[in-house]
């Protein structure tokens, strides 16, 4: 969820699949209840809400230690070293990287993460060294 939705661990743990849209043309839009309770509206991919509901997912199954866990036993499974960080906010990154290089803008990336402030949304972009992936991207 942190990586194909960009959810915050703590979004991702309470994530409720009841709470998807109810009108037909938005399907897979679901209400989240991000930072400060602030609401706002996240598309979550039919494969995801087909795998949630194979493993019966309630809202707080899961915790933030198991989470890193989790994501711990998937690196080492990988053979990933331990210095390489795999944690659900290095995933949400990645997906705001992988949204903008994909050429998303980021008033849209910066509403889909659930930033108040776009110059958030401009660190992760910064931080990737995005500007010059998308300079010299192909066309």
């Not at 939705?5 to 709470?19: C, K, M, P, T």
């Not at 997912?57 to 053979?79: A, C, Y």
């Amino acid at each position: 969820m942190c990586w194909k939705v960009g959810l915050r661990i703590s979004e991702a743990i309470e994530f409720d699949l009841s709470l998807e849209h109810q009108q037909s043309e938005y399907k897979n839009l679901y209400l989240l209840r991000g930072k400060r309770q602030k609401e706002r509206w996240v598309f979550v991919g039919p494969e995801i809400v087909k795998e949630l509901k194979k493993r019966n997912w309630q809202p707080h199954q899961t915790n933030r230690v198991s989470f890193f866990d989790f994501l711990q036993q998937i690196k080492k499974e990988m053979g990933l070293s331990a210095n390489i960080e795999l944690s659900p906010h290095t995933l949400r990154r990645c997906f705001a990287t992988y949204q903008a290089i994909s050429g998303m803008p980021l008033p849209v990336l910066q509403k889909v993460l659930g930033h108040s402030k776009i110059s958030t949304t401009a660190l992760y972009i910064k931080d990737s060294d995005l500007g010059n992936l998308v300079k010299f991207r192909p066309v």
